[in-house]
Structures are given as C-alpha cells and as structure tokens.
C-alpha cells in the first residue's frame, strides 16, 4: 500500500506562484508515474501533468509553458511547480502515483487564485 501526501496549496494572486509537492511511504515510487490532477467545483477531475519513471513528461495545454513536473526518487516525491496562475486554475490538486499493478491518490491540496 503506498501513501501519498501532499502539500504547498494556498491561497495566491493571479501571475503568482506555488509549489506542490507529493511525499510517499509505504513503497519507491521510483517505478511510477507520477501524475497531478485537478477538480474544480462542479467539474470532472481532470489530469494536468504526469513525468514517468524514466522522466518523460505531459502537460495538459491548459497548464503547459505555465507548470512544471518533477520527481525526486531519493526523496520518494513528486513536485509540480505552477507560474503565472491563473483564476481557472483554482482547484483542488490530487497527486496519483501509477504502479502496473494499480495507483494510488493523496488526499488533495486546495489552490485558491484569486485577488
């Protein structure tokens, strides 16, 4: 069983920054895709952006230019940097880690964009 957490949400100016990160325990995910997804209120959980184990990268055209994926294996965590947010971007941010085997979502991390 893995566990995931993450963290860095908040509240944040439209043009501004945050950082999420993604621990996990209960196994490496040195094997996973890494993926971040979104929802917002009364919409679909969408995916925004998933790095591979062998660092491959996608970016839904919505975030793309804007976000930016990583992982760090040592660390057992996973990372999405977002820039120049955006009102739309306001969701709450779901980190899923993708074994064969099956996948595995954290709790969620509220951002909020808004002045």
């Known amino acids: 069983q893995v566990q995931l957490v993450e963290s860095g949400g908040g509240l944040v100016q439209p043009g501004g920054s945050l950082r999420l990160s993604c621990v996990a325990s209960?196994?490496?995910?040195?094997?996973?895709?890494m993926a971040w997804h979104r929802q917002a209120p009364g919409k679909q959980r969408e995916s925004v952006a998933y790095?591979?184990?062998?660092?491959?990268?996608y970016y839904d055209a919505s975030v793309k230019g804007r976000f930016s994926i990583s992982r760090d294996d040592n660390k057992n965590a996973a990372y999405l940097q977002m820039n120049s947010l955006k009102s739309e971007d306001t969701a709450v941010y779901y980190c899923?880690?993708?074994?064969?085997?099956?996948?595995?979502w954290g709790q969620g991390t509220q951002v909020t964009v808004s002045s």
């Open positions: 899923k880690a993708v074994f064969t085997g099956g996948s595995f």
């Open positions: 209960g196994s490496t995910i040195s094997v996973a895709t």
């Open positions: 790095i591979t184990s062998g660092g491959t990268t």
